[in-house]
């Protein structure tokens, strides 16, 4: 779309990581400016030429540093935006930090970012990005899951998956999301995706794709969490966020998951497709045991007129060629 930004400024927080990026990506490609946010780096370095490369890039994005332990920061890009894409959310998977930290840090900066979206009076929908993750870890251990179900935070404290303070994070931050937005009617709908697969544009492995991809890699220690996986490609992902931004009748919360598979079928599917592979045979992985995520519906999004285009061959395709382009494979 040549001299686009007819469809308005949107600003997409998060700007580097693997659905940020890609969703920078299609943004460009749909006819919209984009302010998209960096945290910055010590001595100011960070790689982002995968971002200012992109076609359409040079005319319709801009890049501003913005980091969520100082939310001020995200109030230049936010100004004179139509639409914020809050996608930006503190992950520690080796706890580094405590729970508390990363939990005060992620609500927080949000929050203060919604005040942002609210004071602007420009900006007339907020769509965060989520987790499957705040609705599929319950005691009770339900067949289905759709938006009406929470995640337990103690069912996860107990549990303490790979990941756990994320899971718990994300639940606490998209309950505060609406909470806000109840209080103060600002117009915000959550994407809650699956793991994300696929290809990718960020320099490093996105950690969706490395857990996806376990079996490919030999990553053993990462099998538990393939024990039972609902995956999602990016470009859906993507194209869902956009399409929840623009539908006039979007509320509230929204899965985003299109296949669901076992470890014993994915290395069926793996071995039968990618043989230049050493993949686990199906039967030596019947005692790996992990976390089995209920089903997850779709059927509100779909019923909102969504369509899923990719299958799970293509989201192999695409992370195994990302890989090997950069190396990794």
Known sequence: MEGGGHKGTVCVTG???YIASWLIKRLLQHGYRVHATSRS????????????????????????????DRPETFGAPIKGCTGVFHVAHPIDFEDRESEQVINQRAI???????????????????????SGSTMGYNKDHLDVVDESIWSDVEFIRALRPTGASYY?????????????????????????????HGPFICPNIPGSVTVSMAMIFGNKDLYPLLAKLPMVHIDDLASAHIFLLEHPQAKGRYICSSVE???????????AKYPEFQIPPPHSLKDVEGFR??????????DLGFNYEYSLEEMYHGAIQSCKERGFL
């Open 293 to 302: 995520y209920p089903d997850i519906s779709s059927k509100k999004l779909l």
């Open 41 to 68: 780096s010590p001595d100011n370095r960070k790689d982002i030429g995968f971002l200012t490369n992109l076609p359409g890039a040079s005319e319709n994005l801009k890049i501003f540093q913005a980091d969520l």
């Open 168 to 196: 718990i994070s994300k639940t606490l931050t998209e309950r505060a999301v609406f909470e806000f937005a109840q209080e103060n009617g600002l117009d915000v709908v959550s994407v809650n995706p699956a793991y994300v």
């Open 15 to 17: 700007g580097t990581g």
């Open 261 to 271: 598979i076992d470890i014993e079928k994915l290395s069926e599917f793996l071995s």
């Open 108 to 130: 927080n900066g949000t929050l203060e970012i919604l005040k942002m979206c609210l004071d602007s009076k420009t900006v007339k929908r907020v769509v965060y990005t989520s």
